[in-house]
């Protein structure tokens, strides 16, 4: 007969512990562990020479086949970025955000067209009744015969439904609100949901049936429910945005079948999200060119170069500690490019409080916006605009004061050629890579050679 035990698992991480602790030892965390019913069965040894076939034999690298997995196009040029080229026939795909994002938006324009081209979809939702998917579907347009809706949280039901239907792709919404009935623990607790993702995960990869599942977000916005979910599945997608603002991005965080560095921009209209083909223009479709503390740069998203306003505010505070805020970029590259400027031109921003903000919710990495954030910062302080008209800048800026090269410097300089963009400022080294038939282009070796260029 089974033996029946409770041990106590920690929400965040998934660690386990045979009594109650009030910080995991693990993540650091306090009041996380909850109580959990587990049943262990009796192990069974058995010996190599019992087992009858073995049908999953080793096999010498050279003897297995290598070929390109076969894609489903979801119908969205942008999802298709971000996915690699498209769906992956046996995959398991995480999806996160924050509630209200658009996530299920997303999902159901994608299930839609989906079913139009290959077949029967499957979307299973714990969070909302039939009725409510159908009043979303209806003001998305979405009509398709082929897309079947059910709402249910068990999962060894929603296994038997997938068994009858053989739908060609299944959308699970959430997985926090699914379980299984031989857990004894509540939904979205460690247990359920690495059983279920477990369950799900086996679902997929035997049937061939690619799977999309949801995922929610703790308050620091990170991925809710424990790390193993991660590293179970095969992608791993976050949909970021103001709720306020238009605009939407998806990222990849993780991706067995494609690069991590591409992004999809999306517009939140009425009847759904709209692909944005070209970012550059929406980012800059409201910028008041030559604005103190406000600086056009450029910057890579994986493959697609895109242009992007920063704006920079520096006022003079008589608090014994200046505030700095970012948002947009890492707080800890703002500081230092403020140290740099403190010590190499002598600008007291000890003085100023500093406000930093990216138009259009995006959110930067990387180096090659460090010149752009420096001069604007300096315009503020001067509170006047750049003498070049149409500017677009570019570069990395070093400890010491020195405009460092970036990649892709090129294909970023096309890119404001594009938009109509005049002058550029791109650092020296980059300059004899670089060629425009109509910009003005300008190399700079210094913070201070730049700074006599354009002021």
């Not at 997303?106 to 979809?121: E, H, P």
């Not at 954030?373 to 570069?395: D, H, P, Q, W, Y």
């Not at 425009?436 to 260029?453: H, P, Q």
Request: hydrophobic share 35%.
């Amino acid at each position: 007969m089974a033996k029946i035990k409770s041990m106590f698992v920690c929400q965040e991480c998934g660690y386990e512990s045979p009594k109650w602790l009030g910080k995991c030892p693990d993540c650091n965390k306090w009041n996380t562990l909850v109580e959990e019913v587990k049943e262990t069965h009796k192990e069974i040894k058995s010996k190599v020479n019992n087992l009858r076939v073995l049908d999953n034999m080793p096999k010498s690298i050279g003897q297995i086949k290598s070929g390109e997995k076969q894609r489903y196009d979801t119908g969205l040029r942008e999802l298709n970025r971000v996915l690699g080229g498209g769906l992956v026939r046996g995959s398991l795909t995480l999806i996160s955000g924050d509630p209200g994002i658009g996530k299920s938006t997303l999902l159901l324009q994608t299930a839609n067209s989906i079913s139009k081209s290959y077949g029967k979809v499957l979307y299973v939702s714990g969070e909302e009744s039939e009725e409510q998917i159908k009043i979303r579907g209806d003001r998305l347009d979405v009509n398709a015969e082929q897309l079947y809706i059910l709402s249910e949280t068990n999962l060894d039901l929603i296994e038997a439904y997938i068994d009858e239907l053989q739908p060609v792709f299944v959308i699970i919404d959430s997985i926090q609100t699914v379980y299984k009935e031989s857990i004894t623990s509540a939904p979205g607790s460690v247990s359920q949901v690495k059983e279920c993702s477990n369950a799900i995960m086996r679902i997929g990869k035997n049937k061939n049936i690619p799977l999309f599942i949801v995922a929610h977000v703790t308050k620091q916005g990170e991925l809710a429910g424990p790390r193993v979910l991660e590293h179970m599945v095969d992608t791993v997608l976050y949909f970021e945005g103001e709720r306020t603002e238009e605009f939407r991005v998806l990222r990849t965080m993780k991706n067995r079948f494609g690069t991590t560095s591409e992004i999809g921009v999306f517009e939140m209209a009425e009847e759904g999200l709209k692909e944005i083909y070209d970012p550059s223009r929406i980012f800059l479709e409201d910028t008041n060119f030559n604005q103190e503390g406000s600086a056009v740069i450029g910057i890579m998203e994986g493959t697609r170069p895109i242009l992007v306003e920063m704006q920079a505010l520096a006022t003079e505070t008589n608090m014994h500690m200046a505030s700095r805020t970012a948002v947009g970029i890492d707080s800890q590259r703002l500081r230092l490019i403020l140290a740099v400027l403190e010590k190499k031109l002598r600008v007291p921003f000890y003085k100023y409080d500093v406000y930093v903000n990216v138009v259009g919710g995006l959110t930067l990495d990387g180096t090659t916006g460090d010149l752009g954030l420096a001069l604007g910062l300096l315009s503020s302080v001067k509170n006047t605009g750049f003498k070049l008209e149409r500017m677009v800048i570019v570069g990395e800026v070093g400890l010491t004061g020195e405009i460092r090269p970036v990649s892709s410097c090129d294909r970023l300089i096309k890119e404001a050629e594009k938009m109509g963009f005049k002058n550029a400022i791109i650092p020296e080294r980059n300059k004899d890579k670089v060629t425009s038939a109509s910009m003005n282009i300008i190399g700079v070796s210094n913070l201070r050679e730049a700074i006599s260029k354009i002021f």
